[in-house]
Each structure stands twice: as C-alpha cells, then as structure tokens.
C-alpha cells in the first residue's frame, strides 16, 4: 500500500483572507466545501487541495507547513514582484544568482520562491547570463 498527499491545512486568524491570498499566488479557485475553505488544485497535482482552518492562536511564522513555488514562466523577480502585490512579505532577498528567495504570507508564513520553469531551463542549458 502506499500513501499520498491529500490535503494541506495552513492554521489561519483569517481563513477566508489567507484563501483568496493564495487563490491569488496559485490561480485556482476558492471552493467553500462542507469542510470548509479549500483551493482545488488542478487534477494530477499533489497535494489535491490546501485547506485553510481557523487557529486558535497566530502561527509561529518559523513552523508549520512550509511551501515552495515556482512561477511557470518569467523570471523570479517578476513572481516576488507580483507575490508582494498581492500581500506577501519579502524576508530574505539573496542577491548575485539566487535561485531562491524566502517570503512569507499574509498571516506570517514562510515559503520560498524558486526560478521559474523557463529560468531552471535556460539555467540547465547554460543560457543564462
């Protein structure tokens, strides 16, 4: 038998804010199921959805889950330059090649940014720069 990710439950002061931040940051809709506030993840794709649950108390923006994103295409500049629009907080910016760089969310947790697919090619191929 094996086992597979099925869910992801981010703790949440406000679930329903935290959900359209990352409906935002994934493109994927909120969906208000009987278990509450979740975005459906494209088919394929693991873990199925991220729930968002209220927590009793703010998250310790050093624990918890601990997500990375990449952006499909464009540069990472371009995916943290959009991510802070939409309400994230750049914490730590690694300048001269970086391949990563860490944010956090709304309600203070982390997640890295990494190159985008079109980056990771060109940087595979040696096309960059």
Known sequence: MTAHLRRLTIPSQDPAALARFWSGVLLRPVVNGS????????EGNEPQALYFAPASAPSDPGGGPFLSIGALCGTLADEVER???LGAVLLHDSPG???SV??????GHTFMVELSEEELIDDEFGLTE
Do not use: I, K, T, W
């Not at 278990?35 to 494209?42: C, K, R, T, V």
């Not at 860490?102 to 309600?107: G, I, R, S, Y």
């Open 35 to 42: 278990d509450g506030l979740h975005l459906q993840m494209a």
């Open 83 to 85: 991510l802070v629009s």
């Open 97 to 99: 090649g970086s391949r």
């Open 102 to 107: 860490m944010m956090a969310d709304p309600e």
